[in-house]
């Protein structure tokens, strides 16, 4: 079982690296749609003079290049972790072991 300062320090690794992975995957969406479409990136959507099309397709790009940078980003930290730990991060051990 894992202790409290080692839950606090998952906490922190965990969410720094949450943060950092979404953050980075936002400003790589933002630069491939400046390659892509030629000009800047709206700010909003949902503004009236942004087609649906658009905000559609930016809307589901955006929160998959993020969902999947902060998954990547938690998984590294996790194997970092491990690796400075030799266990896994706190509350990881029952999702491993249900998968029995």
Aim: net charge positive; hydrophobic share 50%; charged share 20%.
């Amino acid at each position: 079982m894992a202790g409290p300062v080692s839950k606090v320090g998952w906490k922190i690794v965990g969410g720094a690296a949450t943060a950092a992975g979404g953050a980075a995957a936002s400003r790589t969406v933002d630069l491939a749609y400046r390659k892509v479409r030629g000009g800047e990136p709206r700010l909003d959507p949902a503004h009236p003079d942004t087609t649906w099309r658009e905000a559609m397709v930016w809307a589901l790009v955006t929160a998959i290049a993020v969902t999947v940078g902060r998954l990547a980003a938690e998984r590294l930290a996790a194997t970092g972790w491990v690796r400075a730990t030799g266990a896994l991060p706190p509350g990881m051990e029952a999702a491993a072991e249900s998968l029995d």
